[in-house]
């Protein structure tokens, strides 16, 4: 049976055909271990250390940096020497990003054969003080810089390439394979750690979240979610507003109590409510 009417018809067919040749052929994504970036740090150390990771983590040989420069003008000098563009610069804050992508873009305006270089190349911004509404302030500059996000320096848990990683999939410059999965399995503990030390601190209106606080809350977290199993009740996650909600309510019941009694007085009224929900 055919498809559609020019599968029938030859004519057809041969009209088509320049249509058909018209459309660019997908590129296929590389993996981690084939991708190139160019970096931009005044810190030595901070390149160095970056490179050793990309080529212990990723597997990228030591040709996969570009380049390197240490301020805004040395890399604009660099890049604009390019024939072929990196899959990704890494910008640091502290060296001038907003002069950097300024003369990025007017590169990019002024030299259509630049413009055709760079139009598929990520930036991603490196910093210790910089936050998502300086990265937005920065993708406001120019259409043509394409600017994904921010990696925190230091990165509070040392996953700061397994974000890129996730960051530059996302952006479908990386396929999707086993390592951008198990870097994406290998930052689930230190994003729960630190989305639930933030939402303690908020709930129980903690200025520090104590280790023990800490433990406790994981520990009754997995005996509630023990309890809901047997009792057929969907399981509780970190992410649970309603936790919150109980939670706050017996604060504002037992103010003096610890934290951790808290917790646990909540986490058994929270499970005393589902029950009585589900029966």
Not at 18 to 28: D, I, K, M
Not at 179 to 184: D, F, G, K, P, S
Request: proline fraction near 6%; hydrophobic fraction near 45%.
């Amino acid at each position: 049976m055919p498809e559609s009417p020019a599968d029938e018809d030859p004519t057809l067919q041969a009209a088509a055909a320049p249509a058909l040749a018209a459309v660019p052929a997908q590129r296929e994504l590389p993996s981690a271990a084939g991708l190139t970036y160019y970096i931009i740090d005044d810190e030595d150390m901070v390149i160095n250390v970056f490179d050793a990771n990309l080529q212990y983590k990723w597997k990228v040989p030591p040709t996969a940096q570009l380049g390197q420069a240490s301020s805004a003008d040395e890399a604009i000098g660099g890049l604009g020497k390019f024939v072929k563009a990196p899959d990704f610069i890494v910008l640091d804050w502290s060296v001038g990003a907003e002069s950097f992508v300024r003369k990025f873009a007017q590169m990019l305006d002024d030299s259509e054969p630049l413009a055709a270089v760079f139009k598929d190349t990520k930036i991603v911004v490196h910093s210790a003080e910089a936050t998502d509404s300086d990265v937005e302030k920065l993708r406001a500059i120019s259409p043509k810089v394409s600017i994904i996000g921010r990696l925190q320096k230091p990165d509070p848990h040392g996953m700061s390439h397994e974000r890129l990683l996730l960051m530059l999939a996302d952006q479908r410059v990386v396929k999707k394979d086993d390592v951008v999965e198990a870097a994406r399995i290998a930052l689930i503990p230190g994003e729960f750690s630190e989305d639930l030390t933030n939402r303690l601190k908020r709930t129980l209106r903690l200025e520090e979240v104590s280790a023990k606080d800490f433990i406790a809350v994981a520990v009754i977290l997995g005996l509630v979610n023990g309890a809901r199993r047997s009792a057929k009740i969907d399981e509780l996650t970190q992410f649970d507003f309603e936790f919150d909600a109980v939670l706050a309510a017996v604060v504002e019941q037992f103010p003096k109590l610890e934290p951790y009694q808290i917790l646990s007085i909540g986490a058994d009224l929270l499970f005393a409510k589902k029950a009585e929900a589900a029966s």
